[in-house]
């Protein structure tokens, strides 16, 4: 009898330190927030063809899909629709038609950095801040 008072002890110990595990990993694994990208981003830069003004323009529809635009003022060009990715961090957008695209970090809630590249293999590096 003394023998299965020694085996509830041990089980019982077994199931606290269970439980305690279960709230320490629940407590270190928390999920991190979900950071919002959307909004005007303005990058300044310089490419092989001079000083260059951009606005990457990323909106969230309704579904919750995040779609980007980007304006080229000094081109002349609004509105000129991306292929547009934005996963664990990570920007990318393209524009398959003129073979450009971007490739970046998102550093802080006001900074993308990266580096954007055109037909030829020209690359320059870019760094968007958030206008609004």
């Known amino acids: 009898m003394k023998r299965r008072s020694n085996l509830t002890k041990v089980s019982l110990i077994y199931f606290a330190l269970l439980i305690w595990l279960g709230v320490a ?13 959307t909004g005007k981003w303005k990058a300044d830069f310089e490419t092989p063809e001079g000083k260059l003004e ?20 000094v081109m002349d060009a609004y509105d ?33 950095e990266g580096e954007s590249s055109a037909a030829g293999g020209e690359s320059w590096s870019v760094i968007y801040e958030r206008v609004k």
């Open 54 to 73: 951009t606005f990457l323009n990323i909106q969230k529809s309704t579904d919750g899909t995040l779609t980007a635009t980007i304006d080229v003022p």
């Open 25 to 37: 990993c629940a407590t270190f694994t928390r999920v991190a927030p979900a950071v919002d990208i």
């Open 80 to 112: 000129v629709p991306l292929i547009f990715s934005f996963e664990k961090g990570i920007v990318h957008w393209e524009i398959e038609e003129y073979d450009v695209s971007f490739n970046g970090k998102l550093v802080d809630s006001s900074t993308i």
